[in-house]
């Protein structure tokens, strides 16, 4: 049996903004035709630094079944990155809710 692990990524370039302020610059970026920020990069890996898991272009919301242990998150903005590090146990469901992190 495995565990659930659900991630919350958060788009690039959001730190400090309330969500209709995200909302009207990405609709000003799609009515515009411009590209709107870019997604955050995720990557995990377990204790012994395997890669299991990884997006360029993360998704707001990642679902996943892992086996139970201990992987490092990785979120990346830019030059930015951020670490994260979750023990999932046998059978368990968790939420990891990645902040909003603003692109360097």
């Known amino acids: 049996m495995s565990a659930r692990l659900f991630i919350h990524a958060h788009p690039c370039g959001v730190g400090g903004q309330g969500v209709l302020a995200r909302w009207a610059g990405d609709l000003r970026a799609w009515w515009s035709g411009r590209a709107a920020r870019p997604a955050a990069s995720v990557r995990i890996d377990d204790l012994q630094g395997r890669n299991v898991f990884s997006a360029e272009d993360a998704q707001p919301l990642i ?6 242990g201990t992987y490092h998150v990785t979120l990346r903005c830019g ?14 469901e968790v939420d990891l809710d990645l902040p909003p992190v603003a692109a360097a």
């Not at 679902?63 to 139970?68: G, R, Y």
């Not at 990155?81 to 368990?92: A, F, N």
């Open 79 to 92: 030059a930015l990155r951020r670490r994260y590090t979750v023990t999932l146990e046998q059978g368990s």
């Open 63 to 68: 679902a996943l079944a892992l086996p139970a």
